[in-house]
Antibody, heavy 118, light 107 residues
Framework: EVKLQQSGDELVRPGASVKMSCKAS????????MHWVKQSPGQGLEWIGT????????SYNQKFKGKATLTADKSSNTAYMELSRLTSEDSAVYYC???????????WGQGTLVTVSS | DIQMTQSPASLSASLGETVTIECLAS??????LAWYQQKPGKSPQLLIY???SLNDGVPSRFSGSGSGTQYSLKINSLQSEDVSIYFC?????????FGAGTKLELK
């Protein structure tokens, strides 16, 4: 069974950074890209970017370049996303997600809530 | 970026009713469209992909149709467990983009 287990909710100060994780199980980690999606009340769902763990290649939504950095650790089957220079606009739930047999998000993590507040 | 416009933003329907949700793309997406269901406090779940293909385990009362720029999700015989927010998503062009969502409630 494919599972994407995300790290816990975060409360962070404006201007700080936060790094969250997504631990994959139930499949070969390097066989699939890992995607990240932001869900905020004002902006709905937004695709942030993706990382191909096999070759450590990343692709970002232009909107999130410079904001998000995606990495992956093949030894622990874990993908990471770091968000930098946080503002209130970054307060949201962040999901990791994986394609299924076709290029659609068939598997999702449970989400990590990031709250940016002083 | 391709804009996805969903309508209505919310709707209220009775048990057993048939409901339809629409999604309009800002350009032709050649049926590269999916529908997701998101229950309160949960992650989105894939219902339909390539406009009309039912994902494994999804009840047959859900169906998708459309082409070009216009797509729809139909739910026949509405059940209480269908109360959710529904999103459309295109992956024809990068970045893939989502509709703003339709909140479905019981009347």
């Amino acid at each position: 069974e494919v599972k994407l287990q995300q790290s816990g909710d975060e409360l962070v100060r404006p201007g700080a950074s936060v790094k969250m994780s997504c631990k994959a199980s139930g499949y070969t980690f390097t066989d699939y890209a890992m995607h990240w999606v932001k869900q905020s009340p004002g902006q709905g769902l937004e695709w942030i970017g993706t990382i191909i763990p096999l070759i450590d290649t990343t692709s970002y939504n232009q909107k999130f370049k410079g904001k998000a950095t995606l990495t992956a650790d093949k030894s622990s089957n874990t993908a990471y996303m770091e968000l930098s220079r946080l503002t209130s606009e970054d307060s949201a739930v962040y999901y990791c997600a994986r394609y299924g047999s076709w290029d659609w998000f068939a598997y999702w993590g449970q989400g990590t809530l990031v709250t940016v507040s002083s | 970026d391709i804009q996805m416009t969903q309508s209505p933003a919310s709707l209220s329907a009775s048990l057993g009713e048939t409901v339809t949700i629409e999604c309009l793309a800002s350009e032709d997406i050649y049926s590269n469209l999916a529908w997701y269901q998101q229950k309160p406090g949960k992650s989105p779940q894939l219902l339909i992909y390539y406009a009309n293909s039912l994902n494994d385990g999804v009840p047959s009362r859900f169906s998708g149709s459309g082409s070009g720029t216009q797509y729809s999700l139909k739910i026949n015989s509405l059940q209480s467990e269908d109360v959710s927010i529904y999103f459309c998503q295109q992956n024809y062009d990068s970045p893939n983009t989502f509709g703003a969502g339709t909140k479905l409630e019981l009347k």
